[in-house]
């Protein structure tokens, strides 16, 4: 189990990332990449990228990055640095800048468990060029495994996001984390992960926490090893309809009105709207409240939605908050 200890000056410096974190699904992808399909969500995406993956795996940076990033077990720090909350390009200016005594310290811990590839002697040294071309495999593994999914993944995290906004503005930062169960319990200043691999505790020493939501987070919440990083704790999102890449473009979108006009015809006119108000995240009391209609009509509404994939509802206490799935956005987006 890994314990997180906070004091009141932590609690208000913890926060919730501002968008899904593009290094960190580049890295925890890699992870579940070799895994067999279990889980349908991702069975289509790992197909495609491993066929994608067969044809540039003669790239000595795709072959090093692959060999930096095994199943299970340590991966280096280095390789999803804090500046990557700014974007991608921050990130990866960031690993080709990690200090020398960091990247050794990370790729001595890698290989207590896993053999290191040839090329890793040369990231230890820190030798540009290396670091270069590991930065482009990055960049090269992200167009063909993640651009493509981009839109989802956003839409995923983006209701996460609302789920935890809704859960601070009704109990605070401790309403927040009190909001991330199961897989992690609050209680008595202490956040508690459940399932870690090892025993393990983090103190935050006024530093707060950054929550990083993602989609390839396997179910147990990650952190990074090193204490004296600024803490991190990713933790996984509602898949919802899974994984599809984003739609080819073809000669061009609609106007809005004409999209919403479409889907009022689609849906009828009172779900299309409820789909629409669901777009930040709602309750069935405000959908009702409104598009003034019955609770019990609202929930009616609901229900269809999320039955046919467009919405997923998520309980807490008394209150159910509905948001838009990948498919929904798309819908209402298109």
Not at 136 to 150: E, F, H, S, T, V
Not at 315 to 330: F, I, K, M, S
Request: positive net charge.
């Amino acid at each position: 189990m890994l314990k997180i200890y906070f004091s009141a000056e932590d609690i208000l410096r913890t926060r919730v990332a501002p968008a899904a974190d593009p290094v960190w699904e580049l890295v925890l992808s890699l992870h579940l990449l070799p895994g067999r399909g279990r889980d349908p969500l991702l069975a289509g995406w790992r197909r495609s990228v491993t066929r994608a993956l067969r044809q540039g795996v003669g790239s000595p940076g795709l072959r090093l990055l692959l060999s930096l990033n095994p199943p299970r077990g340590y991966f280096p720090d280095f390789l999803t640095p804090y500046q990557s909350v700014s974007g991608f390009e921050a990130g990866m200016e960031a690993v080709r800048s990690t200090p020398v005594s960091l990247l050794q310290r990370d790729l001595s811990l890698l290989a207590t468990g896993h053999t290191l590839p040839a090329g890793a002697a040369a990231v230890a040294r820190g030798e540009p060029g290396t670091l270069r071309d590991l930065t482009g495999a990055m960049a090269q593994y992200r167009d063909l495994a993640i651009d493509p999914y981009w839109a989802r993944i956003q839409a995923a995290v983006e209701a996460d996001r609302s789920r935890r906004a809704r859960a601070l503005l009704d109990g605070g930062v401790e309403g927040l984390l009190a909001s991330l169960r199961p897989a992690m319990h609050w209680e008595s200043g202490v956040l508690q992960v459940r399932g870690y691999p090892h025993s393990r505790e983090l103190h935050l020493d006024g530093r707060g926490l950054l929550l990083v939501p993602s989609f390839f987070c396997a179910p147990t919440p990650v952190a990074l090893l090193d204490p004296a990083l600024p803490p991190v704790l990713v933790y996984p999102v509602d898949r919802l309809g899974g994984l599809l890449p984003a739609p080819a473009e073809g000669a061009g979108p609609g106007t809005p009105d004409t999209g919403r006009e479409a889907l009022a015809a689609l849906l009828g006119r009172t779900r299309a709207a409820v789909l629409a108000v669901s777009d930040d995240g709602c309750t069935t009391g405000e959908v009702a409240r409104r598009l003034n209609i019955s609770p019990a009509a609202a929930s009616q509404h609901t229900t269809v939605l999320r039955n046919a994939g467009l919405l997923v509802s998520h309980r807490d206490r008394n209150t159910v908050l509905h948001t838009l799935t990948p498919l929904g956005r798309a819908m209402l987006n298109s």
